[in-house]
């Protein structure tokens, strides 16, 4: 892995995941504001670890993958956010079957202070410069009004929901097309 951040912007570094940062993973997640919408289920360490070997075989296979966030010059990781291949399984008409798909966690500390869209922006940039300008969709819970803003300052449109069997919130499905 890298030894360095692949990006930073003016208060964050991104990094590829790196061995042992599921325990900081761990920890931004067991933050239950930080885990409100994020289906509502615990997050265990294991939880984590799957996580991040998700994110880093997304790195493996195509080249691309979600950005562990650090503030520049920290340790703590603070987010989770960037590009990574889905296959969602709600069936080819809503198209997050092998999508590449948009997503970003942050420390609820850091809420209300433009961070997700700095990363995202950063993350976005890099991905149309290195991959070519594609569709990407995210999907939001509902109710996440928060992220349902900064989907929509990212060039992000509605294009439908799904309702997840056992679930109270629809998924708000978004996408943003290729040019």
């Given at each position: ?67 562990v966030i650090r503030g520049k010059g920290q340790d703590r990781i603070v987010g989770n956010c960037g590009l990574f291949r889905s296959h969602r399984g709600f069936g080819a008409d809503l198209g997050f ?83």
């Open positions: 892995m890298t030894a360095q951040p692949v990006l930073t912007t003016e208060r964050f570094e991104l990094w590829q995941p790196r061995a042992g940062d599921h325990h900081g993973i761990h920890a931004m997640l067991a933050d239950s504001e930080t885990s409100r919408y994020l289906g509502g289920m615990a997050q265990s360490e294991s939880d984590a670890f799957a996580r991040v070997l998700r994110n880093a075989g997304s790195w493996a296979l195509y080249g691309y993958g979600t950005f079957d092998d999508a590449i798909e948009a997503g970003w966690i942050i420390h609820h500390d850091l809420w209300g202070q433009g961070a997700a869209q700095e990363i995202m922006r950063a993350a976005l940039a890099w991905f149309d410069e290195t991959h070519g300008r594609q569709r990407i969709a995210c999907m939001i819970e509902q109710g996440n009004a928060a992220s349902v803003r900064v989907a929509e300052r990212l060039g992000f449109a509605q294009t439908g929901q799904h309702c997840r069997e056992g679930q109270d919130a629809a998924l708000l499905l978004y996408e943003r097309v290729g040019r």
